[in-house]
């Protein structure tokens, strides 16, 4: 079998999400192709997970006036209708009409190139330009092609969602949050099958750590991007409310964004000193290793500007995998993984006080926040496993023959 992935940028090192299922695809027998809309991208590190992608990453041009006129002359109705349909559902989104009509080029050559390399089907990876370009290169009559929605590529604007999602041949989210809220704001979508498989971890391949938290000392570990959405501002007055009850605490955040420097302002200003400490963007085995000796995971996440929010934060799943007490805030589909009190704690989102006596609660019973933990590992195996949702995703892909080959 061969599959034709489309993604936004390659390599992102916030997307291990993505990565770890096109490993697995390949461990499979599977052959990927995956195409960026970016240039590639030199600067950013690819985990070692995901190093066998970096030779199947195809960097196509954003000028090709060869596939252009020949996609124009093929399908030239459809394509045209096409276009006009996105320019109408774009109206009110000036600059994403505008970087929409700048793909149509690598769209189509995405679409030749995929067909001429053998691919059967393409698949984009999340509802914005990927499943742009998929929808634009069917439309010039290339392959068949599923969307899987996430979180910001759904919940900022629903414009062109109805064609993008109504001509797939498949959709998927990763929850049931985000098939719901389809079928809410989508009225297109309202009658059509939206399978919902969630983002995964190898579990199988993460030892669970059996050990209560620590509280001498008590390490508190945030990993993910520094923007508004997660929630990090919050996290900092929370420290700033509990710490004088923990004892000896750090917390280490990992990761990199827009917001670094004023959170690292912030988080000097109120005091916190070397107790809160930034490490930046880390390989993925040093964030591993800061799994493993968390006493607890929190992920603060809100909903920012624009609607911005997360689906799941696949930090918690790893975390859960880990077999660490998780903290996170009750929006969109986290409740789908953490329920309160039975597989982690949820407070409600931008609420320092909250999050501030759900870290003390861990700290003063550790051995009922490993419980949870447990309970949270056990979860994931379910309905978060690697293994079983990449079945589901290439069924979904390929049909009930594909778990046969």
Same mark, same amino acid.
């Given at each position: 079998?061969?599959?034709?992935?489309?993604?936004?940028?390659?390599?992102?090192?916030?997307?291990?999400?993505?990565?770890?299922?096109?490993?697995?695809?390949?461990?499979?027998?599977?052959?990927?192709?995956?195409?960026?809309?970016?240039?590639?991208?030199?600067?950013?590190?690819?985990?070692?997970?995901?190093?066998?992608?970096?030779?199947?990453?195809?960097?196509?041009?954003?000028?090709?006036?060869?596939?252009?006129?020949?996609?124009?002359?093929?399908?030239?109705?459809?394509?045209?209708?096409?276009?006009?349909?996105?320019?109408?559902?774009?109206?009110?989104?000036?600059?994403?009409?505008?970087?929409?009509?700048?793909?149509?080029?690598?769209?189509?050559?995405?679409?030749?190139?995929?067909?001429?390399?053998?691919?059967?089907?393409?698949?984009?990876?999340?509802? $914005? %330009?990927?499943?742009? #370009?998929?929808? *634009?290169?069917? +439309? @010039?009559?290339? !392959?068949?092609?599923?969307?899987?929605? &996430?979180?910001?590529?759904?919940?900022?604007?629903?414009?062109?969602?109805?064609?993008?999602?109504?001509?797939?041949?498949?959709?998927?989210?990763?929850?049931?949050?985000?098939?719901?809220?389809?079928?809410?704001?989508?009225?297109?979508?309202?009658?059509?099958?939206?399978?919902?498989?969630?983002?995964?971890?190898?579990?199988?391949?993460?030892?669970?750590?059996?050990?209560?938290?620590?509280?001498?000392?008590?390490?508190?570990?945030?990993?993910?991007?520094?923007?508004?959405?997660?929630?990090?501002?919050?996290?900092?007055?929370?420290?700033?409310?509990?710490?004088?009850?923990?004892?000896?605490?750090?917390?280490?955040?990992? $990761? %990199?964004?827009?917001? #670094?420097?004023? *959170?690292?302002? +912030? @988080?000097?200003? !109120?005091?916190?000193?070397?107790?809160? &400490?930034?490490?930046?963007?880390?390989?993925?085995?040093?964030?591993?290793?800061?799994?493993?000796?968390?006493?607890?995971?929190?992920?603060?996440?809100?909903?920012?500007?624009?609607?911005?929010?997360?689906?799941?934060?696949?930090?918690?799943?790893?975390?859960?995998?880990?077999?660490?007490?998780?903290?996170?805030?009750?929006?969109?589909?986290?409740?789908?993984?953490?329920?309160?009190?039975?597989?982690?704690?949820?407070?409600?989102?931008?609420?320092?006080?909250?999050?501030?006596?759900?870290?003390?609660?861990?700290?003063?019973?550790?051995?009922?926040?490993?419980?949870?933990?447990?309970?949270?590992?056990?979860?994931?195996?379910?309905?978060?496993?690697? #293994?079983?949702?990449?079945?589901?995703?290439?069924?979904?892909?390929?049909?009930?023959?594909?778990?046969?080959?």
């Amino acid at each position: 079998m061969k599959l034709a992935v489309v993604v936004t940028e390659f390599p992102k090192s916030t997307e291990t999400f993505i990565y770890r299922d096109l490993v697995k695809f390949l461990e499979t027998g599977v052959d990927v192709r995956l195409y960026h809309l970016t240039p590639f991208r030199r600067g950013q590190t690819l985990h070692g997970f995901a190093a066998p992608l970096k030779d199947r990453a195809v960097d196509l041009s954003f000028w090709q006036p060869g596939p252009s006129l020949r996609g124009l002359l093929r399908h030239p109705r459809a394509l045209a209708c096409g276009i006009a349909r996105m320019l109408w559902a774009y109206r009110r989104h000036p600059k994403l009409a505008a970087k929409s009509l700048a793909l149509l080029p690598k769209a189509l050559a995405i679409a030749e190139h995929a067909r001429a390399a053998g691919a059967t089907h393409v698949h984009a990876e999340f509802a $914005g %330009h990927p499943a742009t #370009a998929a929808w *634009l290169g069917q +439309r @010039a009559g290339g !392959l068949p092609y599923s969307v899987s929605c &996430r979180a910001h590529d759904i919940f900022r604007t629903q414009a062109l969602l109805a064609e993008k999602l109504g001509e797939a041949a498949a959709i998927r989210t990763v929850s049931d949050f985000g098939r719901n809220f389809l079928r809410e704001k989508v009225p297109a979508l309202a009658g059509r099958k939206i399978d919902v498989i969630h983002s995964s971890v190898d579990v199988g391949r993460i030892a669970p750590v059996d050990a209560a938290p620590s509280t001498a000392p008590f390490r508190i570990l945030y990993v993910g991007a520094l923007e508004p959405k997660k929630g990090v501002s919050h996290l900092l007055d929370a420290l700033v409310l509990a710490g004088p009850q923990l004892g000896d605490w750090t917390c280490d955040l990992i $990761g %990199h964004g827009p917001d #670094a420097q004023s *959170l690292q302002a +912030r @988080a000097y200003a !109120l005091g916190l000193g070397e107790r809160a &400490r930034f490490l930046g963007m880390q390989p993925f085995e040093t964030v591993a290793e800061a799994y493993r000796t968390a006493s607890v995971c929190v992920a603060p996440s809100v909903i920012g500007p624009n609607g911005r929010q997360e689906g799941i934060p696949n930090v918690m799943i790893e975390a859960l995998a880990y077999q660490r007490p998780a903290i996170t805030t009750a929006i969109s589909g986290i409740p789908e993984l953490i329920r309160d009190g039975d597989t982690g704690l949820l407070i409600p989102p931008g609420d320092p006080a909250a999050l501030s006596q759900a870290l003390l609660r861990v700290h003063a019973d550790p051995q009922a926040a490993l419980a949870m933990a447990k309970r949270g590992r056990a979860h994931v195996e379910r309905e978060f496993d690697l #293994a079983a949702n990449t079945r589901r995703q290439l069924d979904l892909f390929f049909g009930s023959a594909a778990s046969a080959q």
